[in-house]
């Protein structure tokens, strides 16, 4: 199995700041790595596929690199809504796994 | 517009069964690889289980696997979960998911969520 570990557990940030949120894997999943936000009481929503390309309707503020085993998501520039949940999630063999999520606060 | 609706999900004692449905609107689930993902209270996402547009192929997560069946009802356009043999750690919100249909596994299209609770 595919262990992420997702790091910080926590980013204290200011809006109108930049946000860096790390996935490392504990073994290669190419660029098969997807971000997801989640908000409170909601479903996940994608971000990002295939490690860098944004999903639909996302905006530019979010973009994704890596591959291999380091990946980041990384928010340019931090609005209100920005802050909750973010997990990242590996395609590449089974189980299918996520990171344990890193929590984006004010 | 892509909607995806879960149903099912009750309070059951352990060791019980449930079946939870994921009905598709604007979407022919038969085109797409589907899944289950669930989150414990408080926790993360853990992918449960997937079934391939094939219907033969399906995947599970170990700590379901031989407990859980994923199924897909053509004529009705839903998904299925059957969940045998409950445990308290099964208890969660369950999310039936669409894969984005990129070659590897990722999901583009979500449910709202349908809450299991194992307990006596």
């Known amino acids: 199995e595919i262990v992420l570990t997702q790091s910080p557990v926590t980013l204290s940030l200011s809006p109108g700041e930049r946000a860096t949120l790390s996935c490392r894997a504990s073994q290669s999943v190419s660029s098969y790595l997807a971000w997801y936000q989640q908000k409170p009481g909601q479903a996940p929503r994608l971000l990002i596929y295939?490690?860098?390309n944004r999903a639909a309707g996302i905006p530019p503020r979010f973009s994704g690199s890596g591959s291999g085993t380091d990946f980041t998501l990384t928010i340019s520039s931090l609005e209100p809504e920005d802050f909750v949940l973010y997990y990242c999630q590996q395609g590449r063999s089974w189980p299918l796994t996520f990171g344990g999520g890193t929590k984006v606060e004010i | 517009e892509v909607q995806l609706l879960e149903s099912g999900g009750a309070l059951v004692q352990p060791g019980g069964s449930l079946r939870l449905s994921c009905a598709a609107s604007g979407l022919t689930l038969s085109r797409s690889d589907m899944a289950w993902v669930r989150q414990a209270p408080g926790k993360g996402l853990e992918w449960v289980s997937l079934?391939?547009?094939?219907?033969?192929?399906?995947h599970y997560a170990d700590s379901v696997k031989g407990r859980f069946t994923i199924s897909r009802d053509t004529a009705k356009n839903t998904l299925s979960l059957q969940m045998n043999g409950l445990k308290a750690e099964d208890t969660a919100v369950y999310y039936c998911a669409k894969d984005r249909g990129g070659g590897y596994y990722d999901f583009d299209q979500w449910g709202q969520g349908t809450l299991v609770t194992v307990s006596s």
């Open positions: 079934i391939r547009t094939s219907g033969d192929e399906t």
């Open positions: 295939d490690a860098s």
